[in-house]
């Protein structure tokens, strides 16, 4: 009932389109408080659209990006089975790019706009995928870690305040489950298998456990963003209490596959039933932030030459649509003539 367009003016255009109301603002939380999804179209505080168009255009590309590792393994894959999950894997991602970028052009920005942002190294995408895939071990950790860390992310996204966003994350997650258990699947598979590959599943999660416990954002109390959006109802709980939770149900899988995890600090705490952890290095974090990672610019130069090598792609979809305009114009004024 408060739904109000975002084009609506009124009707005889002399009262101001105020976006900044304390009136509309306190109707916006209300509805939010009340669990109701907001639309395209209906009125939100500009903060909103803001922090929505960076977490979606951010998630995004964190998509398209995190393509590049695993796709690095595609035609190295050790059979013909793994090969086809993964490369099915990798297209469900660029699907999930697809599906945000739209999310995000409902907010008022173009698809353009955002991919410019990434290509320039302006956007930010998740700091996971700045670290390299060096043994096909990582293709099994990236499923089984990230993929997980992702779905511990991402569920609660689903009941998001914004309506398309939290659509999109509703079959978003279901893929990602596939993901988590074809990684943990292929780990498994190595964990039990010869010494040697023992070694590399080990290899790899002592690589992967920080960067993946870094996924989760900065602690609370370093979360700029986090208690505004909590307000929201945009995120449904704060980075610390999903990497809590992601420690608790992955600590159990290690143990499982025999590996261990590489924190010496780790231990259950039996009377609060979590695992306590050590400390996160920050300081890597913010480095990989700031564009200084492993592979920040491999990265990025491997999506600006996407972009450069699809350049005849677009002028040729473009090229066509024209083609089939001025057809269809013509039929339309062969048709008037006709019936003349
Ligand atoms: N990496 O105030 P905070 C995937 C930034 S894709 C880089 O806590 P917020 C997958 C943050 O953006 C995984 N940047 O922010 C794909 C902010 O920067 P700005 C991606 C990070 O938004 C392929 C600043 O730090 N998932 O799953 O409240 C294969 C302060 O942080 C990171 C999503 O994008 C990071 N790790 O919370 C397999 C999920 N962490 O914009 C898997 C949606 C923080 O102020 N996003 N930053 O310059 C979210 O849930 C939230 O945006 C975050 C951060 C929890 C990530």
Redesign the pocket.
């Known amino acids: 009932m408060y739904t109000q367009g975002l084009d609506a003016k009124p009707a005889d255009n002399t009262i101001p389109f105020n976006r900044t109301d304390p009136e509309l603002e306190r109707r916006f939380q209300e509805r939010v408080d009340a669990e109701e999804k907001i639309e395209p179209r209906d009125w939100m505080p500009d903060g909103y659209r803001r922090t929505l168009v ?2 979606i255009s ?2 995004a590309h ?2 398209i990006v ?2 590049l590792p ?1 796709g690095n393994w595609i035609t190295r894959a050790p059979t013909l089975r793994r090969k086809i999950a993964l490369l099915a894997k990798v297209q469900d ?1 660029g699907g ?1 790019g697809l599906y945000l970028y739209s999310a995000a052009e409902t907010l008022g920005v173009s698809r353009d706009e955002l991919v410019e942002q990434l290509l320039s190294g302006k956007a ?5 995928f700045n670290y390299p895939t060096l043994t096909w071990a990582d293709i099994g950790t ?1 499923g089984w870690l ?2 997980g860390a ?1 779905i511990m ?2 569920v609660p ?1 689903c009941r998001c305040s914004y309506g398309p966003y939290a659509r999109a994350m509703i079959r978003i997650c279901r893929e ?1 489950s596939f ?1 988590q258990r074809q990684g943990y699947e292929i780990v498994m598979t190595l964990a039990q298998g010869t010494p040697e590959q023992k070694r590399m599943a080990q290899d790899s999660l002592d690589r992967w456990w920080w960067p993946a416990l ?5 602690s609370d109390d370093a ?4 208690a505004q ?1 909590m307000r929201w109802k945009i ?1 449904r709980f704060s ?1 610390d209490e999903l990497r809590q939770k992601f420690v608790d149900a992955t600590v159990p899988q290690a143990e499982y596959l025999g590996l261990t995890i590489p924190d010496p600090d780790l231990r259950f705490n039996a009377e609060t039933g979590h695992y306590e952890f050590g400390t996160i290095d920050w300081s890597e974090f913010e480095r990989v ?1 700031k564009g200084d990672g492993p592979c920040n610019r491999e990265r990025l130069e491997a999506r600006n030459k996407a972009w450069d090598d699809g350049a005849w792609v677009r002028e040729a979809a473009l090229a066509h649509a024209r083609k089939r305009e001025s057809r269809a114009a013509a039929q339309n004024q062969a048709g008037a003539r006709g019936r003349a």
């Open positions: 960076r977490q951010q998630h964190s998509e995190g393509m695993e991602e999930h930010k995408y998740s700091s996971i990236i990230v993929d992702a992310n991402q996204l990602e993901h870094m996924m989760f954002g900065p979360s700029a963003h986090s959006n995120k980075n932030l």
